[in-house]
C-alpha cells in the first residue's frame, strides 16, 4: 500500500505546471453551461494543461517551424547552406559536363561508322590474280583487318556506353 502512495506521488499531474490540482480539471462527461454571454471560455483555467496564452505556444511553434523549413510558400527552408547563386552555378556546371559527354560520344560514334565503312570496303575488294598463293595470303590479310576493325569497334562502343552512363 505504501508501494502506491509514493507511486502515485512521483506521477505528476498534466495541469500542474499552470497551478491545477486534480479534480480542478473538466471531466468528459460534464455537460457545456447553455449560458455563458462572456468573452471567455465557460470553463477557462479548469482545462487539462491549458495555459493563459496559447497565442504565444502557437506563435512559437510557427515561428520553430518557419525557421525549420522556410517562410509559407518558398520551396527552399532557411537552413539549407546553399544559395541560389551556388545552384546556378552547379546546374551550368552539369550542363557543361552532359554537353562535353555528348561531344565525346558524337566523336566516338563517328569513328565506328568510319570502322563499319572500311570493313565494308574490304569486303568489296576481292584480291585479283592468278596465283592461289597470293589469294589467300590477301584474303587473310584483309580477314586479319577485319578482326581488327570489329575489335575497335567493340572497343568504342564500350567507351560510348560508358560515357553515357556518366552522364545520367
Given at each position: ?39 471567455n ?31 509559407a ?96
Amino acid at each position: 500500500m505504501s508501494d502506491m502512495r509514493d507511486l502515485l506521488e512521483k506521477m505528476s499531474f498534466a495541469g500542474q505546471e499552470v497551478g491545477q490540482k486534480p479534480g480542478d480539471q473538466v471531466r468528459g462527461s460534464e455537460p457545456m453551461p447553455r449560458k455563458g454571454g462572456g468573452k471567455n471560455h465557460p470553463f477557462k483555467g479548469r482545462l487539462v494543461g491549458a495555459s493563459e496564452s496559447i497565442e504565444e505556444e502557437l506563435k512559437e511553434e510557427f515561428n520553430k517551424f518557419v525557421s525549420e523549413y522556410g517562410a509559407a510558400g518558398s520551396a527552399i527552408g532557411n537552413d539549407t547552406g546553399t544559395n541560389p547563386a551556388e545552384q546556378a552555378a552547379l546546374r551550368q556546371q552539369q550542363t557543361a559536363q552532359k554537353t562535353e559527354i555528348k561531344n565525346q560520344v558524337a566523336g566516338l560514334v563517328a569513328q565506328v561508322t568510319g570502322a563499319r565503312a572500311q570493313i565494308a570496303q574490304l569486303n568489296k575488294q576481292f584480291p585479283q590474280g592468278a596465283n592461289p598463293v597470293e589469294k589467300s595470303m590477301a584474303l587473310r590479310d584483309m580477314q586479319g583487318q577485319r578482326i581488327g576493325l570489329q575489335n575497335q569497334i567493340e572497343d568504342l562502343m564500350s567507351q560510348i556506353a560508358a560515357l553515357r552512363s556518366q552522364a545520367l
